[in-house]
T-cell receptor, first 112, second 116 residues
């Protein structure tokens, strides 16, 4: 079963604009990770944020985590056409297995 | 290329046939995971291995599914008597995770299964 929901399900923006995707989850977590998936391909890891962190940056990516609200957001700044993909949040909800529980994803289209 | 590899990339089979997929993790990664992804959904956890030991299986993994990881290296996922509902992308991931630490999972390109 899916851990939570992502919002919006689909997002279409112009190149150069910022894109924000939100993720909500249900259980306590050790960390939350964001992945990108191009159509029909495997997943590429973008960023991991631990439960005791509130914000993390990696290049044009900024991730926030609010454990009190059980939510996270991914901000992509100055988007490019190559950012067009599906984005998934995934939670590691246990300390032993490491298994990830994924959301349903946000499909991002960046128009050139 | 030292990433996770999966074979075959695509498999088309008739209902009732058996299929087997292979995953080669990043060398020295002790954890290996299998996920299944259907169209428009996020991946769903199936099972994982710590070295050669299969430590957890999802309820999604019916008795028609079996996974192995002999010698703690590559892994195979076999589906017996395939059904049309088994059509999906099967993803493998590996992780160097140490006990008590969180580590990134590195995914392979997936095997897309179509059951006719």
């Amino acid at each position: 079963s899916q851990q939570g929901e992502e919002d919006p399900q689909a997002l279409s923006i112009q190149e150069g604009e910022n894109a924000t995707m939100n993720c909500s989850y249900k259980t306590s977590i050790n960390n939350l990770q964001w992945y990108r998936q191009n159509s029909g391909r495997g997943l590429v890891h973008l960023i991991l944020i631990r439960s005791n962190e509130r914000e993390k940056h990696s290049g044009r990516l900024r991730v926030t985590l609010d454990t009190s609200k059980k939510s996270s957001s991914l901000l992509i700044t100055a988007s490019r056409a190559a950012d067009t993909a599906s984005y998934f949040c995934a939670t590691d909800a246990t300390s032993n297995t490491g298994k990830l529980i994924f959301g349903q994803g946000t499909t991002l289209q960046v128009k050139p | 290329d030292t990433g996770v590899s999966q074979n075959p990339r695509h498999k088309i089979t008739k209902r009732g046939q058996n299929v087997t997929f292979r995953c080669d993790p990043i060398s020295e990664h002790n954890r290996l995971y299998w996920y299944r992804q259907t169209l428009g959904q996020g991946p769903e956890f199936l099972t994982y291995f710590q070295n050669e030991a299969q430590l957890e299986k999802s309820r999604l993994l019916s008795d028609r599914f079996s996974a192995e990881r002999p010698k703690g290296s590559f892994s195979t996922l076999e589906i017996q008597r395939t059904e049309q509902g088994d059509s999906a992308m099967y993803l493998c991931a590996s992780s160097p995770r140490s006990s008590g630490r969180a580590d990134t999972q590195y995914f392979g390109p997936g095997t897309r299964l179509t059951v006719l």
